[in-house]
């Protein structure tokens, strides 16, 4: 009844809102989402239409509500239903900003599913809406470098990044989608910051450091920013810094402050849900590296949690927490001189599952391996546990010897990787996000 009563209104209620500019959203109060409510009343250009932030608000809130198939098509369709009501011929920024509003939630919904691919599509869609204001385009094409991050795609990554920072070029000529204030200056911040990310993903530390220069002023150092900034800093050892930068992300993600920010939208895996709790697990790495073991697996077991609520607990997401758990134990083990083989090896085996690591007979260089960094990490641990009992020390082998072949990190060797120092400059930080080592 209620999926029927959403899409009735997304068609008939759409003049009615044009006409009111109010519709249907002063009377049902908004769903807490991680991307619809911040956009509908910013700067000039950043209008959408209610009746599609609605629209939005309940069809995510739907398809979340059972986490199941079933409950994500309805979403969809939901989302689909809206889109229809919108013409392609209007070309004015409102429409625009409400139709790429919608396709960020369909890129979002997808991504949750796994649908990697089909959200890019929808991604890619909108940098062809040329009215649409210049946040929401920033939004995409960092969503876009996220997914292509993820999938291990780090050149069409790089290009994806370079078109981010040319967005501003483009734009400053288009007074329908460009502010020249403080807006424009936060969106240049994430531009710098998204870049500063895959350089930092490809080993290039120096000239990640030089894009995460703008992130420096309070300015935009917010969200996806203040995390991949965190990420720099505490990957070269700059842990109090890095700390600061984590705590911010949370803290203000958690505050919502940016809900009516249309410098701020995002979606898939650079979402604020997402930020939020990749931000949170850094910080637990942190606290892990830094030998605060009650704090680090206190947090870690938070997200672990909280990741199980949003995406459910089969998903590879808790495959990733539960490697940097794994790892967290095992630092700890190092560290106080004791042993933790029961617990680690019961970790490693459970992410690995959940990660869909490919048998051990598979060749580790040639095998198709999603989130291989996290996969390659684990394994290289998991190798170590195994290695030290004389029984098993075949297996372990054998197991580090795919680890070492399917490891493709560009800054750190395996070894590096598992190796933690206060004397290394080099420190592995897993980013929640992207499932990649950094």
């Known amino acids: 009844m209620m999926l029927s009563t959403a899409l009735k209104l997304s068609r008939g209620a759409m003049p009615a809102a044009r006409a009111t500019g109010i519709g249907l959203l002063s009377r049902t109060p908004s769903l807490l989402s991680p991307l619809s409510s911040r956009f509908f009343c910013g700067p000039k250009g950043s209008n959408a239409s209610p009746v599609a932030l609605q629209m939005i608000d309940y069809a995510l809130s739907h398809a979340r509500s059972l986490k199941s198939d079933e409950s994500y098509a309805q979403g969809l369709l939901v989302l689909e239903q809206c889109l229809s009501t919108q013409?392609?011929?209007v070309v004015d920024a409102t429409s625009q900003n409400s139709r790429a509003m919608v396709l960020l939630a369909m890129s979002t919904?997808?991504?949750?599913?796994?649908?990697?691919?089909d959200a890019i599509d929808k991604l890619q869609t909108i940098q062809g809406l040329g009215h649409s204001h210049l946040g929401v385009r920033v939004a995409s094409m960092e969503d876009l470098v996220g997914l292509n991050l993820l999938l291990e795609r780090n050149d069409t990554s790089r290009v994806l990044a370079d078109k981010c920072l040319q967005l501003f070029v483009n734009a400053s000529t288009n007074t329908d989608c460009y502010d020249d204030g403080v807006g424009s200056k936060v969106l240049n911040v994430h531009a710098k910051a998204l870049k500063g990310l895959v350089e930092l993903v490809h080993g290039n530390l120096e000239s990640a450091e030089s894009f995460f220069q703008a992130s420096r002023d309070d300015n935009g150092c917010t969200g996806n920013v203040a995390l991949s900034y965190g990420e720099f800093l505490h990957s070269t050892g700059k842990f109090s810094l890095a700390k600061e930068l984590y705590q911010k992300a949370i803290e203000e993600i958690s505050a919502n402050k940016e809900f009516a920010d249309p410098h701020a939208l995002s979606a898939c895996c650079m979402s604020g849900r997402e930020v939020r709790l990749a931000a949170t697990c850094a910080l637990g790495q942190l606290e892990g590296h830094l030998g605060n073991f009650s704090e680090a697996e206190e947090i870690?077991?938070?997200v672990l949690t909280k990741t199980e609520e949003h995406l459910g607990s089969h998903h590879p997401n808790v495959g990733t927490v539960l490697t940097c758990i794994a790892l967290m134990f095992r630092h700890k083990a190092i560290i106080e001189h004791s042993s933790s083989l029961v617990i680690q090896e019961g970790?490693?085996?459970?992410a690995l599952d959940l990660l869909k690591a490919p048998s051990l007979e598979t060749e580790?260089?040639?095998?198709d391996v999603a989130r291989r960094d996290i996969v390659a990490l684990a394994r290289g641990a998991y190798a170590e546990v195994l290695c030290v009992q004389q029984n098993r020390k075949d297996e372990g082998e054998k197991m580090k010897g795919w680890a070492q072949t399917a490891w493709r990190n560009r800054r750190l060797s395996l070894a590096e990787a598992l190796e933690i120092s206060e004397l290394s400059s080099k420190v592995p930080v897993i980013d929640a996000r992207i499932s990649r080592v950094l």
């Open 87 to 89: 013409s392609n011929e």
């Open 109 to 117: 919904l997808l991504f949750e599913r796994g649908a990697f691919d």
């Open 300 to 302: 870690l077991t938070r």
């Open 347 to 350: 970790l490693y085996r459970r």
């Open 364 to 367: 580790g260089k040639k095998a």
